[in-house]
Each structure stands twice: as structure tokens, then as C-alpha cells.
């Protein structure tokens, strides 16, 4: 019997499973509805609180993921698949051909897959770290988490730290930013005297700005942004000498005139509309790229002859030519995230023993007060309580030494290879060597 079958058998410790939707096997119309801000996600959690033990939640441009415990894991995986599809109003049905569904020792691998970037959209990217350490520090503060989830990512950061410093699979990164701007590059041929439009100042507009600097990018850069001060910082850290700062509200204006525009803003509406830029379009070729999720550009602008639109599952093609490139370093990567996988899984097991020790220990306790009760009140009533006290102190001595081998072959013997098999009499032995 191995670790996994013990713990579902023996104390029915709860189980991890997984729900997501990535770039792999959804919609981004299903997974910009699954992003929830703050509040959303504490309603979310109201919802499901009495159908799961612990829960986490990540979303990034290419996945929305739900991490659970619970103890009855069909169960619980069933009610909140149906709520899932009641969020995006769908059938059941039709939203399982979109998910991806995992539980025990896969849910855990592909954690530590997508932490140590195995199983992004551009391998080998750093950003998908940072975003999760983000998404779970926000579940931490709601209060979703527990012993069981926290030490799951606590695993998964090592693991992602061990892959950055021990491989050569995040060495020269790409990034969605960069991909973004070589998809525009692919678009146009050359960005040099373009007039640009980057909408919003975040990190992904950091990286944004870095990599149309180093494409020789030299006419004007605009960026609109809902704190101009916040842009204006950002231009000038880039050393950008030709630029402009809008506030985010004037894209509404019909005199939006761009050569490439660029968005990436956490806004649950859309930014741009058809309306905004079919003046523009009617004097040249504008070519939109939007990688945020939800998207800020709406997709019916594409239907202008005029206009180029990509969303962020439009880059994958690029994305697969990096992969051949680093298809070198995966094999290491997946050693490193194995032998993490059975490092938590060996302190995910003990998890079994614990309440076996407590109630070992409780049990020897209770024998031993109810002992001492029958002395105090016949043989040893003659004993002052300092002198009983004494007596009571050496009676928990004795407790713990007898109990410390017993204890310490239980916490051996979860400790034990998977694939190792203990005998009876072994276990016999030891208990009371």
C-alpha cells in the first residue's frame, strides 16, 4: 500500500484537486468570467466554504485555476463544477469540455509544472512566479488557506527557486510582453517610426516599453494610464524621450489616432471600442495586440478591414518556436519537480499519523491520571500535595520515555519510501525495541 492509498483508506486525510481553464483547453471568453476581483473572490469562497476544507485561487493571462482539501472529493468537486458553470452561464456539460479536472499526487505536479514555468504558454517565462506568490498571498489575507494548502505552495516556491537556480530553462527569457512586440514586429515589419499606444503602466507595460526600445522604436510613445504621475514614471525609468501621457478615460475619445496599440490593465471592461478607432483606421493599417485578461479591447474591432486585433491566445505560435529552443532543459526541470513532489508527499502522509500519535499519547495520559486518582484518594492519602506532586511528575516521566520509541518508529514509519513495504513484525519490533 503506498502513501496516497493510506491516506484516502486509513484517516481519510483531504484530498487535493484541482479545477482550471488555460490557454490549453479554454476560451478566453470562459476564462476572463472566471477572473475575479477581491470582493468577487470572498463571494466566491462564501459560496463554497461548507464544500471544501481549504481553497486557493490563481488567475493569470493564460489560466484560472482552483486549488481545494476536502475529504469527499467527488462530492465536493461536483458542486463546484456547477457552480462554476452557473458563474459563466453554461451547461455543465459544455464547461467540462473546458476544464481541466486533477486530484492527490497530479494536482501537486502540475502546481510545481506551472511555478517552475513547464506548463506556460512561453517556457521558461519569470513572470508566472511573482503572479502566483501574488494570488496566493491574497488567499492568505481572505483566509481561504490551511496547513494543508500553505505548505502545497510553500513547496511549489522552493521548487520554482530551485528550477530558476539549477537549470538553464529561464536563462534569456521571453516573455507575453516580448512575444507581443515580436508579434507586431511580424505585423509591420519594423517598429522604428511607429506611433505607439501602450494602455496601462504595470509591470507587463514595464516590459512592454523594453522591448519596443530594443526593436530602435524612436517617434512617440503614449501611454494611457489612470495615474499619470505612475506613467510618467515609467517612461522616464525607460529613458523614453518622446513621449505622451493620456488619462485612461480619453480613449473614449473618437480622435484616438494610432499606428500600434498595446494593452494590458486588470479593467473587467473594455477600453477600446469600434467606435474609438474606425476614423483612424480609415487612414491606415492599425494592428491591436491585448494581453490582458479580461480583455480591454472589444473583439468586434477586429471586423474592421483596417484593423489587425490579437488577444493573448493569438501568440502561441511564437510561443511553440521558444519551446523548441529550451526543449533542452525540460527533462532536469521535471527531475527537480519529481523529487519535490515526493518530498511533500512524504510530509503530506505524516499527516496520517499525527492524530494516531495525539491519541496514543492521550490514552496512556488518561490511564495514568486515573491511576494516580485511585492512589491519592486511598493509598497514598497519608502524602502532602507537594509530595503527590512529585509523585504525579514522575509518573509523566515514566509516560514519555516508555511512549518515545513507539513514537519515534510511528514517525519512521511514515517517513517510508512510497514503493517500500513493512512487515508487521517489524513494526512490532520497533515500536517496543
Not at 473546458?98 to 517556457?123: C, E, F, K, P, T
Not at 530553462?169 to 521571453?174: G, R, S, T, V, Y
Not at 510530509?347 to 491519592?376: A, C
Request: glycine fraction near 4%; include cysteine.
Amino acid at each position: 500500500m503506498n502513501q496516497k492509498q493510506n491516506i484516502e483508506q486509513f484517516l481519510n486525510i483531504p484530498e487535493i484537486f484541482l479545477i482550471e481553464f488555460n490557454f490549453k483547453n479554454s476560451s478566453i471568453e470562459v476564462r476572463e468570467q472566471l477572473t475575479f476581483n477581491d470582493v468577487f473572490l470572498r463571494d466566491f469562497y462564501e459560496i463554497i466554504q461548507g464544500h471544501c476544507k481549504e481553497f486557493a485561487y490563481i488567475s493569470t493571462c493564460n489560466r484560472v485555476s482552483f486549488y481545494f482539501t476536502s475529504s469527499d472529493y467527488h462530492k465536493s468537486a461536483d458542486f463546484i463544477r456547477c457552480e462554476l458553470a452557473r458563474l459563466v452561464d453554461k451547461p455543465l456539460e459544455q464547461l467540462e469540455t473546458q476544464m481541466l479536472n486533477m486530484y492527490g499526487s497530479n494536482a501537486i505536479r502540475h502546481l510545481l509544472s506551472v511555478i517552475s514555468s513547464l506548463d506556460s504558454m512561453v517556457l521558461g517565462e519569470n513572470e508566472i512566479f511573482g503572479q502566483i506568490k501574488t494570488a496566493y498571498k491574497k488567499c492568505v489575507k481572505l483566509g481561504t488557506t490551511g496547513l494543508i494548502i500553505n505548505r502545497l505552495f510553500h513547496q511549489a516556491f522552493s521548487t520554482g527557486k530551485r528550477v530558476r537556480n539549477e537549470t538553464d530553462i529561464c536563462k534569456n527569457p521571453l516573455s507575453i510582453a516580448s512575444i507581443a512586440v515580436e508579434k507586431a514586429v511580424e505585423a509591420y515589419g519594423a517598429l522604428k517610426n511607429k506611433d505607439i499606444l501602450i494602455v496601462g503602466s504595470g509591470e507587463m507595460a514595464d516590459l512592454l516599453l523594453k522591448n519596443i526600445i530594443k526593436q530602435g522604436h524612436d517617434n512617440t510613445i503614449t501611454i494611457a494610464n489612470r495615474s499619470k504621475e505612475k506613467a510618467e514614471e515609467l517612461l522616464h525609468s525607460n529613458n523614453v524621450k518622446q513621449y505622451n501621457v493620456i488619462h485612461i478615460n480619453e480613449l473614449r475619445s473618437s480622435d484616438i489616432s494610432y499606428d500600434l496599440i498595446f494593452t494590458s490593465t486588470s479593467s473587467r471592461q473594455y477600453l477600446l471600442e469600434y467606435e474609438t478607432i474606425k476614423n483612424s483606421a480609415l487612414k491606415n493599417l492599425i494592428v491591436c495586440i491585448d494581453i490582458s485578461v479580461p480583455r480591454n479591447i472589444n473583439p468586434n474591432i477586429k471586423d474592421h478591414d483596417s484593423v489587425l486585433l490579437f488577444d493573448i491566445d493569438d501568440l502561441r505560435e511564437i510561443s511553440n518556436r521558444n519551446l523548441e529552443r529550451r526543449e533542452g532543459s525540460i527533462s532536469k526541470v521535471k527531475e527537480i519537480i519529481e523529487q519535490d513532489i515526493e518530498e511533500f508527499l512524504f510530509w503530506y502522509s505524516g499527516l496520517e499519523m499525527t492524530p494516531i500519535i495525539v491519541k496514543l499519547q492521550n490514552k496512556f495520559d488518561e490511564v495514568r491520571i486515573q491511576e494516580l486518582q485511585k492512589y491519592k484518594n486511598k493509598k497514598l492519602s497519608h502524602l502532602s500535595e507537594n509530595d503527590f506532586q512529585i509523585i504525579e511528575e514522575l509518573t509523566r516521566q515514566i509516560m514519555i520515555k516508555t511512549l518515545h520509541n513507539p513514537i519515534t518508529a510511528l514517525k519512521k514509519y511514515q517517513q517510508r519510501k512510497p514503493d517500500s513495504h513493512v512487515s508487521l513484525e517489524t513494526i512490532i519490533e520497533e515500536l517496543f525495541h
